[in-house]
């Protein structure tokens, strides 16, 4: 193989131009640190020793010195409101909102969050206008189900109906079972007008949108058990045993009332325990022991409360076993401080619980208080451990 002279040329030249690579590189890194505040990198550091609120600040002097920097806004409007520092929020927001230089994009996801921190500062009014602004376009859908949760929380269900439907054809999953809620909270709202046409005619909107809405069966019974048409009551109530067989104890006590004013109290009584052959339900029970325990027949309540307990052990049933044992003859005083404590246990363990958000409540509710889903709080009481 023959050497040439100018190939000794090859290994210094690599080296020329790794050197010459490096400086660029070493000067682009420079340039651009210069170009990036000191507050940034003071920020950062902040962030790196958990010291957030120090951080906010510095990144707040990076957003003064330097207003282009659009995302660092946005994030930090998005972090003042999940903090709960509303009014920040929504200054940071407001400001990027009336800025002229935004392009359309920038400006509409600006207006979206500065929708959200009135919302969540619940200014309703103004997040409303500004999630109808919203209503076409990038942020549609969720400026939609903005507005949905404004209406709920203003109780105007005409409106929330209407969104409700717009969802649906964009989509969204299915909103049938909240929006027979809505029809059922119209219900009321005749009701309580005492116009009993309009009430019923929700009511059967209600059903045409969710056949199994149980609570429009409920509404339907107390409607004709108002104007003393308990067998038709009866009627609508069983029908919740198809819908959904969970929320009988919610009725159970209105069927057994209906019963005994139609003169035929066995047969609630029967049809209770018959429910429960197929359901167990410590509420279910409940309200059949006390319909037994009523008539003083303390010896029925006592083996109905003890078959129960075989079937199904608990401290709810074994509540009222021990309290049909007392109320007999005979009892001594130490199966009666049994009943006492045990029933003071009951008392403090029982609880309805909302399955979204895990709230606790003594009382049922079709929507749940702390986190407003419908439907959200099981119709069965739990235990504590
Ligand atoms: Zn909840």
Redesign the pocket.
Known sequence: MEFETWQLLVIPLFFALGWLAARIDIHQVVKESRVVPTSYFRGLNYLLNEQPDQAIEAFLEVARLDPDTLELHFALGALFRRRGELERAIRIHQNLVDRSNLKQDQRLKALYELGQDFLKAGLLDRAEDIFKKLEAGPHALDALRNLLDIYVLEKDWQQAIAIAERLEKMGSPCQKADTAHYYCELALNEMLRKDMDAAHRHLDQALNINRKAVRASQLQGDLAAQVGDDETAIGHWRRIEQQNVTYLPVVAERLLNAYRRLGRPLEGVELLKSYLSRQPSADLFHILFNSVAENHDWTAAERLAGEALKRQPGLRVLDDYLQARTAGVGADLEIKMTQDLVHRQVSRIAYYQ?V????KAHQFFWQ?P????WD??APERKESE
């Open positions: 909302c979204h958000c895990g709230f749940c702390a986190c407003a889903a959200g709080i």
